[in-house]
C-alpha cells in the first residue's frame, strides 16, 4: 500500500503545482457612439486593461478577474424640436487569456 500511496501523492503535488502558474488577462474595449439630429458625429474610445496575478489556476482566474469577451448596444435620445438628437452605443470587450 505506501508503495502506491507515496507515488501517487508525489504525482498529485506535481500536478497541482504545475496547473498554477503566471496568468495574465489583456482586454480591449472599443466603445462607438453614433449620434444623429442635432450634433450628428461618430466618437470611438478604446481603452485597454492587463492584469497579471501568479500562482493561479486558470478557470478561477478567468472568473475572478471576468476576462471574458463581450458585446453590448444601447440606444439614448434627448432634446426637443430642431435641438432633438438619438445615438446608438456600441461595447465590444475583447479579452485574452494567457
Aim: with cysteine.
Amino acid at each position: 500500500m505506501k508503495k502506491i500511496f507515496i507515488p501517487a501523492i508525489i504525482a498529485l503535488s506535481i500536478a497541482t503545482v504545475s496547473c498554477r502558474k503566471e496568468r495574465t488577462c489583456e482586454c480591449k474595449t472599443t466603445a462607438t457612439e453614433v449620434r444623429s439630429g442635432f450634433g450628428a458625429q461618430t466618437t470611438t474610445d478604446v481603452s485597454q486593461t492587463k492584469v497579471t496575478t501568479e500562482k493561479q489556476r486558470k478557470r478561477p482566474f478567468k472568473y475572478s478577474e471576468h476576462c471574458f469577451s463581450d458585446s453590448y448596444s444601447y440606444n439614448n435620445d434627448g432634446g426637443n424640436g430642431p435641438s432633438a438628437w438619438s445615438s446608438v452605443t456600441t461595447v465590444e470587450t475583447e479579452c485574452d487569456l494567457k
